[in-house]
């Protein structure tokens, strides 16, 4: 059976692959093979940090990709760091790879939490970044966000629902009264009182690449990576992407290429890169043509707009929309000249976008192929009058991109 990071599924067989992944305890100095210590609070050219949050039903998948990164350490120049934060079944801990003098691949757990907590939590999360930036000091920083993903999205009952998801108590269990969510605002905003600017996030999560996330986290990092549609269970190829995290500068094209040329191209992934200081013109184009190309009362068949999750799903415990492609979405309301203005701004946005020839979705559980002359690897929430749209139009006006772009003078 195909998985994905969104589906539920059973993974109980694999509670213990992430006992194999070769990390072993370390107090407060890293053995380098020849004798001599690399100390904690040396400063970093970049130090990157991926925050895996696995307590759910992704447990177990953590295993493969913290093999997949200690697989390769000689890609990380030796200024720099690279630290997981992992919060599987067990009680959190964070770890370092690197390579010492005798050339071997080393993960070192370099920190242990002595009870569990959700790491979902917006105060925990902010803890666990201070103390990697505290301890292994940097220039620039890089940060994966490791888990579910469900985009904007937020829940009719408030609860957190964007990125992310902890079941609490040591359960490989998603939807639940005890699961939380972290909210994307506030993944923003810990990011912005952090003493160093992001270079990129990472989301290693479904659906994350949309432009209300964009917007959102506009001020919050330089670079944004990641998905519109789902991506495979097996996330990020971290053995091939490593060179470019560490890049300088910055390479966010060569990173999603070699994410993309981790799958074949029948059982792909679609991913894309935005520039997040182009953000905010993308929203001021966009403002200029929603009130009245997305107004209630302009009546148009967008059926056969590029979708990441066709006619959405709907059930008792969840609502998804369709992910609209944002280009495929302009395309078929705006005029030419329009278009192309528009257009422009998207680009800028989003200068970097690959896709594989189909992905696999396990929501719908069947292969979707990738329309190349609408795709423009950035969803959009566009609200329907329809009852089953109810909570999704409701939270979307908690979103900044809502406010800012015109919707209400729309009609929603």
Known sequence: ?????????????LLFGLMAQGCKKSDDVFDD????????????????LV?????????????????????GVSSIPDSCCLLAFVDGLGDPYICRFYENKAGEAVCDTV?????????????????VLSWVLQEFPSKKFGLVMWSHGTGWLYDDTKKNKSIGVDSGKNLAVDISSFSQWMEVEELADVLKTLPVKTDFVLFDACFMQCVEV??????????????????????????????????FPFDAEELIEQYKAGYSDSNGVVLSAVKCSAVERLAEVTAAFIPAYFAQDFNIDDSRVFSYLPDGRFTALTEYPEYSDMNGQMLLRLSDEAYLLWKEALDAAVPYRV?????????????????????????????????????????FRRTEWYEVTGWESAGW
């Open 1 to 13: 059976m195909k998985s994905c990071k969104f589906i539920v599924v059973s993974l109980f067989v």
């Open 33 to 48: 093979g020849g004798g001599t210590v690399v100390e904690f609070g040396d400063s970093a050219a970049r130090t990157v």
């Open 51 to 71: 925050y895996i949050m696995a307590e759910n039903t992704l447990a177990g998948y953590e295993g493969s990709d913290l093999h997949e990164m200690k697989s």
């Open 111 to 127: 920190y242990e939490f002595n009870e569990d907590f959700y790491s979902t939590d917006s105060v925990k999360f902010k803890e």
């Open 214 to 247: 964009a917007y959102a986290m506009r001020e919050s990092a330089e670079w944004l990576i990641g998905s519109p549609a789902e991506i495979p269970g097996n996330g990020a190829p971290y053995d091939r992407i490593i060179p470019s995290m560490f890049s």
């Open 355 to 395: 896709a594989s020839r189909q992905w696999y979705s396990g929501v719908k559980r069947r292969f979707f192929s990738v329309d190349m002359y609408q795709y423009g690897g950035l969803s959009m929430y566009v609200p329907r009058d329809k009852s089953n749209y109810s909570a999704l139009n409701e939270n």
